[in-house]
């Protein structure tokens, strides 16, 4: 016993002090090994903060002033998603603030700053009509309308940013123009060679700071659309407004129908539309992807650079990046020439310290479990004899996974916009989207658990009795573990100034609002996994359950991983099969672009921690007979993910 304790901290602290070298060495890239200045801050508006994190280099001074760029993230994301960027640029020796939007990572301000109105727009804007049914009216919850309104600016004219209601677009810059104001002023940054750049909502924002700031002696230089929408001259006064050398950088496969104009595909047909055609100012005979149009000098330099990848992927796309360096440069001049790229690698050592951090649950898992207090919760695997048959597995697979992906698409949209939720309550909005599709799925294995217990009642077998006490030192055990995890990950923001994720926002630390949304969201989550591990592996497990050794938990852990995904996994295939036969993308096609965007695009997120989940629930139900441990934890981890830094309105 002895033996097993000893092997088993050191292996929970080897992987810590292995995470710890990771982060460690993370930070130096992310500092250039002591070039770049990292320094934290936030922008008092007097209602709320906007936070930021905010690359310095070394060589920035009021005496040697540097260019300067803001970084605008993407919906659901946080500043360090433009960490591929900052770095990059900071290298080269520009100062680089990358800012927390509205609703998003720490700040204060919800996204309803943002503004809304009463109708939406249902193609590019400027080419839009009451007639053919693209300007319509809308109503329902405020979210709903905040979330309609992301392509609409503030900036545009009065048809589109107000109604008769008396409801407007306040600041679809997301906090961006306060943000670019203040780093025009600080006294290293030459305010003249300034630009912006964003990716998906941030594209919007970086629209509306450069509108915001135009024929000023401020205005961007450069603006790089990391998968952003075209609008008409119609949108807006363009007798005012002049945008400086735009850089479209497009993904080939976006799942978000606006980004390519509401077409199917991304092809050169869209590219020689009336609207890419003016965009570059030229033909379209002569409209060339990866071609640049117009000068620097005069602000009318236009490219379209087209990213063999997806949305999500395209903030740390390579040769998406190389081409923006280039274009910063020609608009603002860099100081320093690089060309190796290297803030992918603080991206993969981050990633190695989530996962290892992640792994070090295990041992302490078993370590705790051998404690006198959290002893009584190993109980006794239900009798062999009474596992569900192959034939009664692979019916309740097909039953599962066909109701968990049949549901995706749909409830997790309705969720998201109009589930009917009291929203000064439950204000995370992909937290609605995964909180209604897991009501509908609790809903139905709260029916089917009792059609399996009144089965097992006439085939004579004694269904599984709820042990309070079981349950309650398996939720404390739950607890310690999170707790755990969440004092590394903050020890390690405190030291390194980062987080556990990888690219996108996973384990962030709380503020106070997100720590009682995680409150408001976790009895549901909760109960969902509760129901969900205690029907995949309770009701529906195998004789591998019982094998010993690393084949039969492999065996086990598999046949868990398809209840568990095997849904979503199929609506993945949906999705990129006929968009990658450049047909267009699954959800699109057969649901309408209603149900494409955000949760198709989220499952190159949310597969891989399904994956992790159904590991760390297989083990603690194989270590303790009972569903409690693993799907609390999992619950809390999944909840975390959640509300820590995605978008709160």
């Keep these: 016993m002895k033996k097993k304790k000893s ?6 602290t080897l992987f810590i002090v292995s995470a710890s070298l990771c982060m460690w060495q993370a930070n130096n890239i992310q500092k250039d090994h002591g070039q770049i200045e990292i320094l934290d801050g936030a922008i008092d508006r007097g209602d709320g903060l906007l936070m930021y994190k905010l690359y310095k280099p070394q060589t920035a001074t009021s005496q040697n002033k540097a260019p300067a760029v803001l970084l605008l993230h993407g919906y659901q994301n946080d500043h360090e998603t433009c960490a591929a960027y900052a770095i990059e640029l900071a290298r080269r020796g520009a100062v680089v603030l990358s800012l927390d939007e509205y609703g998003h990572g720490a700040s204060t301000l919800g996204l309803l700053n943002r503004g809304y109105v009463n109708h939406v727009v249902k193609v590019n804007y400027g080419e839009d009509s009451v ?27 009065d048809r589109y940013s107000k109604d008769d209601a008396g409801n407007r677009i306040i600041d679809s810059s997301c906090g961006g123009s306060i943000a670019y104001d203040f780093l025009s002023k600080l006294d290293y940054v030459d305010n003249k060679r300034m630009a912006v750049s964003g990716h998906s909502m941030g594209t919007w924002s970086s629209w ?3 509108a915001d700031y135009a024929n000023t002696d401020i205005a961007p230089r450069a603006i790089v659309l990391q998968c952003g929408e075209l609008f008409t001259n119609d949108a807006y006064d363009a007798s005012k407004i002049k945008f400086n050398n735009v850089l479209l950088l ?98 993969y050592y981050v990633l190695t310290a989530m996962l290892l951090v992640l792994a070090s649950l295990f041992p302490l898992m078993a370590l705790l479990l051998d404690m006198k207090f959290f002893e009584g919760i190993k109980q006794t695997l239900p009798p062999i004899e009474h596992c569900v048959s192959k034939e009664g597995w692979r019916k309740g697979a097909l039953i599962t996974i066909f109701l968990s992906g049949a549901t995706f698409p749909f409830m ?50 004694e269904n599984e009795k709820f042990d309070w006490m079981v349950f309650l030192k398996s939720l404390l055990l739950a607890f310690v573990l999170m707790l755990f995890m969440y004092v590394v990950n903050l020890v390690y923001y405190l030291l390194f100034d980062l987080d556990l994720r990888f690219i996108w926002p996973f384990f962030r630390p709380f503020n106070l609002e997100r720590l009682g949304q995680f409150f408001v969201y976790l009895p549901f989550f909760a109960l969902f996994y509760v129901l969900n591990n205690s ?16 084949f039969g ?17 199929i609506i993945v295939l949906i999705e990129y099969i006929p968009f990658f036969a450049n047909i267009g993308p699954g959800a699109d096609l057969l649901f309408g672009s209603t149900f494409g965007g955000p949760f198709m695009s989220i499952l190159i997120l949310f597969v891989p921690q399904v994956l992790f989940f159904s590991i760390l629930c297989t083990y603690a139900y194989r270590l303790t007979g009972r569903a409690y441990t693993g799907a609390l934890l999992t619950a809390m981890l999944a909840c975390w993910i959640v509300t820590g830094g995605s978008a709160i309105l």
């Excluded at 405020?142 to 609409?152: A, E, H």
């Excluded at 029907?535 to 690393?550: A, N, P, Q």
Aim: aromatic share 12%; hydrophobic share 40%.
């Design 7 to 12: 092997f088993l901290s050191i292996l929970c």
């Design 250 to 347: 497009q993904a080939k496969y976006d799942e978000f129908s606006y980004f390519r104009d509401y077409k199917r595909v991304v092809d050169d047909n869209l590219l020689k539309s009336n609207l890419r055609t003016s965009f570059l100012n030229t033909t379209a005979e002569k409209a060339k992807w990866n071609t640049t149009y117009g000068n620097f000098e005069d602000g009318s330099a236009r490219r379209m650079e087209l990213l063999y990848t997806n949305h999500r992927l395209t903030t740390h796309h390579i040769g998406g990046l190389n081409v923006a360096i280039d274009w910063f440069d020609q608009a603002i001049g860099l100081p320093n020439r690089i060309s190796q790229v290297i803030a992918i690698q603080k991206e």
């Design 131 to 157: 007639e053919d049914g693209t300007f319509k009216s809308i109503g329902g919850s405020l979210r709903y309308r905040v979330l309609m309104n992301f392509s609409n600016l503030s900036f545009f004219k």
């Design 535 to 550: 029907k995949i592996m309770r009701d529906l497990r195998t004789h591998s359950t019982y094998e010993k050794g690393i």
């Design 208 to 210: 509306s700071v450069a």
């Design 553 to 569: 938990f492999i065996k086990n852990w598999f046949a868990n991983f398809l209840l568990m995904a095997g849904g979503v996994l």
């Design 412 to 461: 997790t949209q309705l969720g998201h916009a109009l589930l009917p939720l009291p929203e000064n309550i439950f204000r995370m909005t992909i937290g609605n989207g995964f909180l209604g599709w897991y009501l509908i799925l609790i809903v139905i294995m709260i029916i089917t658990s009792f059609i399996t217990r009144n089965n097992n009642k006439k085939k004579g077998i």
